[in-house]
């Protein structure tokens, strides 16, 4: 299991020339001019982890598999989208899909860029983009609250409902309190409970401080997930080998790149958790959702593994480099039997025996 972030913005704010870079692609035209993306571009890239490296080393792996997770560079969107403006049925059902948004706005002058709304405010795009989301998932309660589908609802699914509307027409987001309403508001496509990250994208001179541009979405966001991001500094960094990729990086001072900000936040975000299954044919990384019991994680490998399962048999990530293989971490009482209960902790290297 990999997730999926959906990149969405107002048009010619960077969001192909980021798809670009974060997928070390050419796949999505950036060009100076509204909807120049049409159908959205999907990119998987590779979740690079150097505990998966040192594992496959250790256990001298034929194969090493690393995790994913997939962008989408979705049409730009302009006010009036919930209405169908510029793209805006397609930016909608495309949303639907991503399991996170990152919302891209334009933190940098440019007066070889145009700005749609001829101003550059992230402040005010953000609204827009939140007020199309919010008159877009209002339509869809609405909807569902029409007197002939009525008749198909709970009444607990209509109480539900009827308070989230109450919400979106006072312009907040809808929320979810607890696993009823997730399950229900999920189902029926809500964009706004999506989770969400904020990326600025900035020039090269304030990518490390930020600017007034990045200020004022703090200002206005503060308790959102904002990172600053220079897409056309990741677009040189996508061109280059690993060394040549190091030295930039050291000439500019970055410590890390976009991508693996985004994929921190996205991890935390979503709530997820890599665990780790590594021996000589294969070490591979897999993703779950935080609290993932044993037998839910094995079926991650395999669905029959869950239904099979008979135990796990676990040792930490640390440990296994520490003493370089699971026998040795026997030897040294650091492996463990967990049972169906087990909840699996991040970087855990687990072998599970099942039935036959």
Known sequence: MGFKCGIVGL????????????????NAEAANFPFCTIDPNIGIVDVIDKRLDQLA????????????????????????ASKGEGLGNKFLSHIRQV?????L?????????????????????????????I???????????????KKLLSEKDIKILEEKLK?????????????????????????????????????????????NFTKEVLNKYPNEKIINICADIEDQLSGLDKDEKETFMKDIGLNKTGI??????????????????????????????KNTKAPKAAGVIHTDFEKN??????????????????????ENGKLRIEGKDYIVKDGDVLYFRVNP
């Open 260 to 289: 693996n900000k985004l994929i921190k936040e996205g991890y935390d975000l979503l709530k997820l958790d890599t665990f780790f299954t590594s021996g000589p044919e294969e070490s591979r990384a897999w993703t779950i959702k």
């Open 11 to 26: 048009p010619n704010v960077g969001k192909s020339t980021l798809f670009n870079a974060l997928t070390a692609s050419k």
């Open 57 to 80: 080393k250790l256990s001298s792996s034929k194969k090493k598999i690393y995790t994913n997770i997939t962008f989408v560079d979705i049409a730009g969107l302009v006010k009036g």
């Open 99 to 103: 399991d996170a948004i990152i919302h």
């Open 309 to 330: 399962f008979i135990r796990a048999e676990a040792v930490t990530c640390e440990d296994f480099i520490k003493y370089g293989s699971a026998e040795k971490c026997k």
């Open 105 to 133: 706005v334009r933190c940098f002058d440019s007066e070889k860029i145009t700005h749609v709304n001829s101003k550059i405010s992230p402040a005010e795009d953000l609204e827009t983009i939140k007020t199309e989301i």
């Open 135 to 149: 008159l877009a998932d209002l339509d869809v309660i609405q909807k569902k609250l029409e007197k002939g589908k």
């Open 167 to 211: 919400q979106l027409e006072f312009g907040e987001e809808a929320t979810i309190n607890d696993i009823s309403d997730e399950k229900l508001l999920s189902s029926i496509g809500l964009l706004s409970i999506k989770p969400k990250i904020i990326v600025c994208n900035v020039d090269e001179e304030n990518l490390s401080k930020g600017n």
